[in-house]
């Protein structure tokens, strides 16, 4: 299947009775493992990613490593993969275009490209661009877009459905197909958001987050794993590093470990 067959696909996927479950990525062994284990398309986390390159996470990894990365990620996968790209790495929105352009190149057929902080006419501009280098390359992008209204808290509690959906609109108007609002975990919310955009919504884990099965039934379409699954991996690597360093036991790192065949076997 090429990118064309496998953007048609990401789409059909937010049109499920559930929600799309997304187990986030981060390199070409997770995104395998993932697959493996029944997911319908992979999509990466940012932090992830970065922090497997030695980057913090935050608009810093650079663009070459980051393609690399999609690369490989995209050479192991038989499913869709959207990629998350942060603000696009520039804030000149032409730029941003290339740099789509790049990421689909590397085998993308969807994009997470966030707002932030920065000023929500600044992001229409980076998804017209986006929406329009995608047309070019005869890709139906699937075009996710962040908002961080939420988790930045950058409005008083009481309005920030009606900020989140006025954002939405203008995102919308720019080419959006995703809205994926950070945070938000309150039932009643959640379902104003989703009625009140065209938009499909995407929620993140979270604490205090409804089971998926509610979810759908709220609107919701997409659930994704964020960078949780990193770090519940980082605090069971340290839980295992530190009692070996202290006692040399090597019992622990044995009971329960994957065997070596079974990894192996998967690439």
């Not at 663009?63 to 790209?85: F, G, Y």
């Not at 039932?187 to 759908?216: D, K, M, Q, S, Y």
């Amino acid at each position: 299947m090429d990118n064309a067959q496998h953007a048609l696909a990401f789409h059909h996927l937010h049109g499920q009775p559930e929600p799309l479950r997304l187990p986030n990525a981060w390199d070409a062994s997770s995104a395998r493992l993932v697959e493996h284990l029944g997911a319908q398309a992979i999509a990466t986390t940012s932090a992830g990613v970065a922090w497997s390159l030695g980057y913090r996470d935050g608009d810093v990894l650079p663009l070459e490593q980051h393609i690399a990365a999609v690369e490989r990620i995209a050479r192991v996968l038989t499913v869709p993969l959207s990629v998350d790209i942060e603000g696009g790495y520039a804030d000149d929105p032409r730029q941003v275009g290339g740099h789509v352009a790049r990421f689909i190149a590397a085998g993308a057929v969807g994009i997470n490209i966030q707002d932030g902080a920065g000023p929500p006419d600044l992001l229409c501009q980076k998804i017209e661009q986006a929406r329009a280098v995608a047309d070019r390359l005869g890709v139906r992008l699937y075009i996710n877009v962040r908002t961080d209204v939420y988790a930045r808290g950058l409005v008083e509690p009481q309005v920030r459905v009606e900020e989140t959906l006025d954002r939405a609109r203008r995102y919308a108007s720019a080419g959006a197909d995703g809205l994926f609002v950070l945070g938000v975990v309150d039932r009643e919310e959640i379902r104003a958001i989703a009625a009140g955009t065209r938009l499909r919504l995407n929620v993140i884990a979270w604490p205090g987050l409804p089971p998926v099965g509610e979810l759908g039934a709220l609107g919701v379409r997409r659930v994704s794993a964020g960078s949780w699954l990193p770090q519940q991996l980082w605090a069971r690597t340290a839980e295992l590093a530190s009692g070996f360093l202290a006692d040399g036991c090597s019992q622990p790192l044995i009971e329960g470990a994957a065997p070596y065949a079974q990894v192996n076997g998967l690439f």
